[in-house]
């Protein structure tokens, strides 16, 4: 499938110029700063090593952020975000070595890790949304839209973020090199454009390296689906990739969730995802499974249950179990995951 839409932006780069060269207008901007602290605890078994890590939880991570917007004029608003990731021990760079490191945790990682995540300035009017800077392509979130309740711990890409960095048995594979969600290019320094009429959106994206990203979005509140596909032009070798996610909520509670999404690379890789949840109060319950083909030797799949407790405002607390398997490769074996950890956003 080709995704080769570099021309239409033309338009999108010609209009976010002239917005950006529009007359300065008088008007303070207003700031923000906000964020999270994420950690969790969790005992892992590969088959080879066992041990209990305390780690950052990658899923969602440690985080701060500053936030600003302002009134421009002629029913327009400027803004900015800046937003930093700093987390001590990512769980997504537990290894075998840190299972078997002296103490709890060891040396997981070697410490901290700090990361841009966003970093864009944008401008909002009944044209759209234009933004330039570090910030989301057009395709990120294709295959994460979920209603559940458990994404602080259990959605899509959950299985690298918790034990990207782990082996499975002696392999020589591990869970990131055998697993993706195929969710679109992630961030990237890009030009962004979003707009939206009535329940649907869409947006697109042109990123360094010819990156060209698109995506469109249905939101009905207790439904919701997502579509993306992407170019990662300055890959050398014409990768491109496509997503979808949808999910559904009912009245009572229960809803389902489901994703897909592959690379038009060597082997064709792709993932298939399912979810099942249920929301009663202030607790989400969940079970998923997974399935990751063609992307390293062997298939690799996941299930997981997860609990969500919504404490108080701000403040969540969570348990979950995940077992990751590889097929038909030699030394291979299931890894086992009990995590329990708790996220408190400011």
């Known amino acids: 499938m080709s995704v080769r839409v570099k021309k239409t932006f033309f338009p999108i780069v010609m209009g976010a110029s002239a917005i950006l060269m529009l007359p300065a207008a008088a008007g303070a901007v207003e700031f923000q700063i906000s964020g999270q602290v994420n950690r969790l605890i969790m005992n892992v078994d590969n088959g080879e090593e066992d041990g209990f890590v305390h780690a950052d939880n990658s899923v969602s991570g440690t985080r701060v952020r500053i936030a600003g917007a302002g009134d421009y004029g002629d029913d327009m608003t400027v803004g900015m975000l800046y937003e ?14 840190s299972l078997d490191s002296d103490g709890i945790g060891g040396d997981v990682g070697d410490g901290d890790e700090f990361s841009n995540r966003f970093a864009y300035i944008w401008i909002k009017g009944e044209f759209g949304k234009v933004a330039i800077g570090q910030n989301s392509g057009a395709a990120d979130g294709s295959a994460e839209v979920d209603l559940s309740g458990t994404t602080v711990i259990q959605y899509v890409g959950s299985n690298g973020d918790l034990l990207g960095s782990m082996e499975y048995g002696t392999s020589g594979i591990t869970v990131g090199g055998a697993r993706s969600s195929f969710d679109g290019l992630s961030r990237n320094d890009n030009l962004r454009y979003d707009g939206a009429v009535d329940k649907i959106s869409f947006a697109a994206s042109i990123g360094n390296g010819d990156k060209v990203e698109a995506a469109i979005g249905y939101n009905a509140d207790t439904f919701l689906i997502k579509a993306g596909i992407w170019d990662k ?17 009912a009245g009572g509670g229960f809803s389902l969730t489901g994703a897909y999404g592959t690379e ?9 995802y399912f979810k099942v949840g249920y929301r009663a109060g202030d607790h989400a ?13 062997g298939d690799a799949d996941s299930v997981s249950v997860a609990w969500v407790g919504n404490l108080m405002d701000g403040l969540q607390v969570y348990a979950s179990y995940r077992i990751e398997s590889l097929d038909d490769v030699a030394g291979e074996d299931d890894i086992t995951a009990l995590v329990g950890g ?5």
């Open 84 to 97: 930093t990731q700093l987390q001590s021990n990512p769980s997504s760079d537990i290894t075998v070595d």
């Open 233 to 249: 032009a300055d890959s050398g070798d014409d990768v491109q990739g496509q997503a979808v996610s949808a999910s559904w909520i």
């Open 264 to 272: 038009d690379s060597d082997g064709d890789p792709e993932n298939l």
């Open 285 to 297: 319950f969940g079970v998923d499974w997974s399935e990751t083909k063609d992307k390293a030797a």
């Open 342 to 346: 708790a996220r408190l956003k400011f």
